[in-house]
C-alpha cells in the first residue's frame, strides 16, 4: 500500500472537499473549515502526537456536525408546528420563516364532529323524495339508493314526517299569561293573526319555555312515534293513508368514510414532505457555532478511533505500544450522546408552551411580590 500522507498541521480549504458540499459556497463555512480541523487536530494531541487523519477527514466530520445541529433544530419546529403545516404547500422553503399557529387543520379535524352532530362539517348532505303509497307502512331505503345509481349506501340523517312545530299548536286556553288572555285578543279579533303572548310583549324566553313545554307534553303523554328507521328501513306511524312524497337528507357511505378530505400535487401530507432545506451556516449564531464545533470535535475523535482499531498494538524498539480506541470510541459516543442531549433540552426549553408557562409563572410571581410592597396613604 503506497504511504497516505496524514494530518501535516495546516490545510486550505476549497469547494468540492466535502462529501456533499451541502455549505461549501458559504464564506462563513469556508472560514471556520480549517479553523475547526485546527481545533479537533489539537485537541486530538497535535503536534505532540500524530493524527491519523486528513484535512478532508475534517471536513467531512465539520459537514456532518452541521447538518445534524440544523436537522435537531427543524425536526423540533415540525414538531412544534406540523398541525398547522399539514396540507400547506411543500414547494416554498419554510428555511428563515416564521410559522404562526394556525387552527386550519384542527378546524378542519374537528368539522368530523360537526358532521356527526349535524352543524356543519366536510361532507356533503343530500336530499331525497321517495314516494309513499297509500296503506304501506315500510319502505327499503337501501333499495331506493341502488335505484339512483349510489354505490356504498346511505346513512339517513333526517326524515321529515314530522308533527306540526309546537308554534303551530300554541292556541291554548293557557297560551300568554296563564289567565284566559287568548280568548280576550280572538274578542278583538286578533286571534286569528298570532299568539297573544306577541301583543303583549311576553320575552322571547318565555315563549320558548312555551313551546318546549308543548312539545315534552306531547312526547311524555301520547305516542311520539311518527317514523322508524332500522338498518335503512323506514317504517311509517300512523300508517300513511294516500299517496305522496316524504323527503329526507342522507349521507353516502363513500364520501363520509373517505380517509382523504383534500387531494392534489405538492400538499404536505407527511414530517418527510415539509419543506425544510439545509441550515445555512451564516445564520447560525456563536452559540450554535460552539455546538457544532464540539459535535466536529466528538465525530472526529470517532473517526480515528476507528482508524486506530486497524492496529491494536504498534512494534516499537524493545516492545509494543498500545493504541488507545477503545477509550476514543467510548469518549466519542457519550460525547455525542451528550451533545445531542443539551440541545433537545434546550430546544424543549424555547417550546411555545415552555414559553408561555414560564411567563404564566413570571406572571403569578411579580403579583405575589407587589402585594408585599406597602400601599401609599394619600393624605388630603
Given at each position: 500500500m503506497a504511504d497516505i500522507t496524514i494530518w501535516e498541521g495546516a490545510s486550505t480549504f476549497d469547494i468540492g472537499q466535502t462529501p456533499f458540499g451541502f455549505y461549501d459556497g458559504d464564506f462563513d463555512f469556508q472560514a471556520d473549515a480549517d479553523?475547526?480541523?485546527?481545533?479537533?487536530a489539537q485537541r486530538l494531541g497535535y503536534p505532540l502526537m500524530d493524527v491519523e487523519l486528513q484535512s478532508g477527514s475534517f471536513y467531512a466530520c465539520f459537514e456532518e456536525a452541521v447538518t445534524t445541529y440544523g436537522n435537531e433544530?427543524?425536526?423540533?419546529?415540525?414538531?412544534?408546528?406540523?398541525?398547522s403545516m399539514e396540507g400547506d404547500s411543500s414547494l416554498s422553503s419554510y428555511n428563515s420563516k416564521l410559522i404562526e399557529g394556525s387552527l386550519g387543520r384542527t378546524i378542519q379535524i374537528t368539522k368530523n364532529y360537526g358532521t356527526?352532530?349535524?352543524?356543519?362539517?366536510?361532507?356533503?348532505?343530500?336530499?331525497?323524495?321517495?314516494?309513499?303509497?297509500?296503506?304501506?307502512?315500510?319502505?327499503?331505503?337501501?333499495?331506493?339508493?341502488?335505484?339512483q345509481g349510489i354505490e356504498g349506501g346511505i346513512e339517513i340523517r333526517k326524515i321529515f314526517y314530522e308533527s306540526p312545530p309546537a308554534i303551530l299548536r300554541y292556541f291554548d286556553p293557557y297560551a300568554?299569561?296563564?289567565?284566559?288572555?287568548?280568548?280576550?285578543?280572538?274578542?278583538?279579533?286578533?286571534?286569528?293573526?298570532?299568539?297573544?303572548?306577541?301583543?303583549?310583549?311576553m320575552p322571547a324566553s318565555y315563549d320558548m319555555l312555551k313551546v318546549q313545554a308543548i312539545e315534552f307534553n306531547d312526547q311524555i303523554r301520547r305516542s311520539?312515534?311518527?317514523?322508524?328507521?332500522?338498518n335503512n328501513q323506514l317504517?311509517?306511524?300512523?300508517?300513511?293513508?294516500?299517496?305522496?312524497?316524504?323527503?329526507?337528507?342522507y349521507y353516502k357511505v363513500t364520501e363520509k368514510n373517505a380517509a382523504v378530505y383534500n387531494s392534489g400535487s405538492n400538499l404536505i401530507t407527511n414530517v418527510g414532505e415539509v419543506p425544510y432545506e439545509n441550515i445555512e451556516y451564516?445564520?447560525?449564531?456563536?452559540?450554535?457555532?460552539?455546538?457544532?464545533?464540539?459535535?466536529?470535535?466528538?465525530?472526529?475523535?470517532?473517526?480515528?478511533?476507528?482508524?486506530?482499531?486497524?492496529?491494536?498494538?504498534?512494534?516499537?524498539?524493545?516492545?509494543?505500544?498500545?493504541?488507545?480506541?477503545?477509550?476514543?470510541?467510548?469518549?466519542?459516543?457519550?460525547?455525542?450522546?451528550?451533545?445531542?442531549?443539551?440541545?433537545?433540552?434546550?430546544?424543549?426549553?424555547?417550546?411555545?408552551?415552555?414559553?408561555?408557562?414560564?411567563?404564566?409563572n413570571e406572571s403569578d410571581n411579580l403579583?405575589?411580590?407587589?402585594?408585599?410592597?406597602?400601599?401609599t396613604i394619600y393624605i388630603g
Open positions: 479553523k475547526v480541523a485546527t481545533f479537533c433544530v427543524f425536526q423540533y419546529k415540525i414538531r412544534e408546528n406540523y398541525l356527526e352532530a349535524g352543524v356543519g362539517g366536510n361532507v356533503t348532505k343530500y336530499t331525497g323524495s321517495l314516494t309513499v303509497t297509500g296503506n304501506v307502512q315500510n319502505y327499503d331505503l337501501d333499495a331506493w339508493a341502488a335505484d300568554g299569561t296563564g289567565t284566559g288572555i287568548q280568548s280576550l285578543m280572538d274578542a278583538f279579533d286578533f286571534g286569528s293573526y298570532s299568539p297573544g303572548v306577541n301583543f303583549l310583549l311520539a312515534y311518527s317514523f322508524e328507521v332500522v317504517k311509517l306511524f300512523p300508517i300513511p293513508r294516500q299517496t305522496g312524497l316524504i323527503y329526507f337528507e451564516t445564520t447560525i449564531n456563536s452559540i450554535g457555532r460552539q455546538w457544532i464545533y464540539r459535535y466536529s470535535l466528538a465525530l472526529t475523535k470517532e473517526l480515528l478511533g476507528y482508524i486506530r482499531g486497524k492496529y491494536q498494538q504498534i512494534p516499537v524498539p524493545g516492545s509494543n505500544t498500545a493504541l488507545n480506541q477503545a477509550d476514543l470510541l467510548t469518549d466519542a459516543r457519550t460525547e455525542k450522546i451528550a451533545l445531542l442531549t443539551e440541545l433537545r433540552e434546550m430546544l424543549d426549553q424555547t417550546s411555545r408552551q415552555a414559553q408561555l408557562e414560564r411567563k404564566a403579583k405575589r411580590i407587589t402585594t408585599e410592597i406597602p400601599m
